[in-house]
């Protein structure tokens, strides 16, 4: 990969790269300092990596720093961040509708938050999900349907304890 064509794929892809990290982590800075980093990797290793393979190597990249920054983060912070606060056992009835879905993705396992930001944020098909994550569609189908009835669940608790 030369220099142009580099920058050509930092063009194309440093939007949907961000959104998906910034969806992922919840924070702005920790997600451009992911997605940089990504970058970085991909300039290092840019006689390895095909322009047409650029797509799939950065959200595999992407994917990964974002599970291992989570990892390190609550060995460093020593408490569940999976898991809603005792104090939101009854969700307060200002919270939007978007914020009681943000939490409930919140909480998912970090390979189905992936695919359902991925598929319904990101609108990517099963097969592009599959390729950038090293699963097969049929996989990704049932991570998402997985995904999507905790989430139902999720919203279905919080509604009956409104």
């Known amino acids: 990969m030369k ?21 992922f982590l919840r924070c702005s800075d920790d997600a451009q300092d992911i997605v940089q980093d990504v970058f970085e990797k991909l300039w290092l290793n840019r006689e390895k990596v095909e322009m047409e393979k650029a797509k799939s190597w950065l959200f595999t990249c992407t994917h ?11 060995r460093i912070d020593y408490k569940e961040t999976n898991q809603l606060p005792e104090s939101a056992n009854a969700f307060d009835a200002s919270f939007e509708s978007k914020q009681v879905v943000d939490r ?14 991925m598929r319904d944020l990101e609108g990517y098909s ?11 569609p049929s996989q990704v189908k049932v ?11 999720q919203l279905k608790e919080s509604t009956q304890l409104a």
């Not at 220099?3 to 990290?21: K, M, P, T, W, Y």
């Not at 919140?106 to 359902?116: G, H, M, T, V, Y």
Request: charged fraction near 25%; avoid cysteine.
């Open 64 to 74: 990964n720093a974002m599970l291992n920054f989570v990892k390190k983060r609550s």
């Open 126 to 136: 099963y097969d592009e999900i599959g390729e950038l994550l090293n699963l097969s």
């Open 104 to 117: 409930a993705v919140s909480i998912l396992p970090p390979i189905q938050k992936s695919i359902i930001l």
């Open 143 to 153: 991570y998402l349907f997985r995904a999507r009835m905790k989430i139902k669940k």
């Open 3 to 23: 220099r142009q064509e580099f920058n050509d794929v930092v063009d194309i892809h440093s939007g949907n790269l961000f959104r998906f990290a910034v969806n």
